[in-house]
């Protein structure tokens, strides 16, 4: 249940983080006239702030039983690794051949850390 939790917590992490980029997207500038209602109003904004405290339910659930040393690498990577391939497949930007290597890599680490923990 506690990798359930962690999964359930990256993937509400990665969504926020990519919800943020699209309201960010829509919203311009900071120099924007009203930019505060803007961003009040603004329905993917609102979605990644609520997405981001539902992350952090599911991430306290998951360090509760996890090893900090475990849940917090595979958090991180893991959430890289879904934002950077929805960014590639759905915002359409680019990667270079080294970035997909350290993707890799960090599949590989993800591996790596949680290994024992799996078993």
Avoid at 28 to 38: D, Y
């Amino acid at each position: 249940m506690a990798y359930l939790f962690l999964v359930l917590a990256l993937t509400l992490n990665a969504a926020a983080n990519i919800l943020l980029k699209i309201g960010a997207t829509r919203l311009g500038g900071l120099e924007e006239p009203h930019l505060l209602a803007r961003l009040v109003s603004d329905y993917y904004l609102f979605a990644g702030l609520l997405l981001f405290a539902l992350n952090v339910m599911f991430y306290f659930a998951a360090l509760t039983r996890l090893n900090l040393s475990v849940a917090y690498p595979i958090m991180v990577a893991g959430g890289i690794v879904i934002v950077v391939s929805v960014s590639v497949f759905a915002l359409r930007e680019a990667v270079t051949p080294l970035q997909i290597v350290g993707l890799a890599l960090l599949i590989l680490g993800i591996a790596f850390v949680g290994h024992r923990s799996f078993a």
